[in-house]
């Protein structure tokens, strides 16, 4: 395996020193349960902090797709109604997974470099009267952030429960859960937080809560267990010590740097990252401003280069950034600046290095 001394691809990000030193710690026992708990307990916590919410959030092994799954199968039946809020890769592909489920999905969609308008959203809600709507708040993909209150709004207009995939931004820009009123909040540890690949959490709203309670789907990435689960010390796996241990950390550095300044610090070295491509020439995706988002900067592949040999050389000098799916796959290349890599001498560095190939 090769390494990368300059890693800006958006997830999994490079994992701070204070967080790889737990994975090397012996942690944990069945004999230790209620030292979990108090773990699990104080996890949650600081995730309610950094969220904003006085929801429960539950804490899941395994990465964050399985934050995706979860939400989805707990609350949906076959036939019940979703309606799909798309602007990229993920909005589709939720709406995608839904129908998979054997939910009646209606998708309304909106291009990659553009956010979506709530005037049709609203319209398509009332119309559909759908059980869930879901949405993606920062499309990593594409670049882009989608303001969530009005969207919030709408779902609580047609009693709908609101599904949000905050993977990509939550800790690096605020997302205020119980303001926005999102009932099921996406959460993954490999990206602001910056843990490795193995954690996923779900903020779970009362209403969501009887939702799962109604539904009663069962298997290892459903919620229900976690409804009582933390309170009564049972859970249906092996604790993840070594997760939860690294988790508290993460949490705990972005709250000792403060919520406000970790925010600035991902404006600032985005906003840096923008401003150094547009003096390279290289085009931005999307080019507004106000919808990109401070965790990730999506551009276009230079003109004179393939996706293949630009990846090819900036490796070749260290550096790793992000391909791309889909329809933006060999076009769009993304710049991962969250978490541990939202720091101005590690963006600098890379922007020095994309600024030397780029001029041959
Ligand atoms: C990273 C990410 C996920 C989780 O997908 P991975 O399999 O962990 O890459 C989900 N949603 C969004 C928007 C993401 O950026």
Redesign the pocket.
């Known amino acids: 395996m090769r390494t990368y001394p300059v890693p800006l691809v958006?997830?999994?990000v490079s994992v701070p020193l204070a967080v790889r030193e737990i994975y090397l710690t012996d942690y944990g026992s069945p004999d230790l349960e209620g030292d979990f708990f108090e773990l699990y307990a104080a996890c949650e916590g600081q995730l309610q902090e950094i969220l904003a919410t006085r929801h429960d959030v539950t804490i899941h092994s395994g990465?964050?797709?399985l934050?995706?799954w979860a939400a989805l199968k707990s609350v949906l039946r076959p036939g019940d109604r979703v309606l799909a809020v798309a602007n990229?890769?993920?909005g589709y592909g939720i709406g995608e997974m839904a129908a998979q489920l054997g939910a009646l999905v209606e998708t309304v969609g909106f291009a990659y470099d553009d956010i979506p308008d709530p005037a049709r959203v609203r319209a398509a809600a009332r119309r559909f009267q759908p059980k869930l709507i879901t949405a993606?708040?920062?499309?990593?993909?594409s670049g882009t952030l989608t303001p969530l209150a009005e969207l919030g709004a709408i779902c609580r207009e047609v009693d709908a429960l609101f599904y949000v995939?905050?993977?990509?931004?939550g800790g690096g820009v605020p997302v205020l859960v119980d303001e926005w009123a999102i009932d099921l909040g996406?959460l993954?540890s490999?990206?602001v937080l910056s843990l490795p690949?193995t954690l996923?959490m779900v903020t779970v709203s009362e209403r969501a809560w009887e939702a799962v309670a109604d539904v009663g789907y069962v298997g290892y990435d459903s919620l229900a267990p976690w409804k009582d689960g933390p309170a009564r010390r049972y859970l249906p796996y092996t604790h993840n010590w070594h997760g939860l241990a690294a988790l508290h950390t993460g949490c705990q550095l972005l709250l000792d740097e403060g919520l406000a300044a970790v925010y600035a610090r991902h404006e600032e070295v985005a906003a840096y990252c923008r401003q150094r491509l547009i003096e390279m020439g290289i085009g931005l995706y999307p080019c507004r401003d106000e919808i990109a988002s401070p965790t990730?900067t999506a551009a276009r592949v230079p003109d004179g280069w393939t996706w293949s040999e630009f990846d090819a050389v900036l490796r070749s000098k260290g550096m790793v950034v992000g391909g791309n799916y889909g329809p933006l796959a060999g076009k769009v290349f993304r710049i991962g600046h969250m978490g541990n890599q939202a720091r101005m001498e590690l963006v600098t560095q890379g922007m020095d290095l994309l600024e030397a190939v780029v001029k041959g």
């Open positions: 958006p997830g999994p990465e964050g797709m934050a995706l990229g890769l993920f993606v708040h920062c499309e990593t993909p995939d905050f993977v990509a931004s996406l993954g490999q990206k690949p996923s990730v």
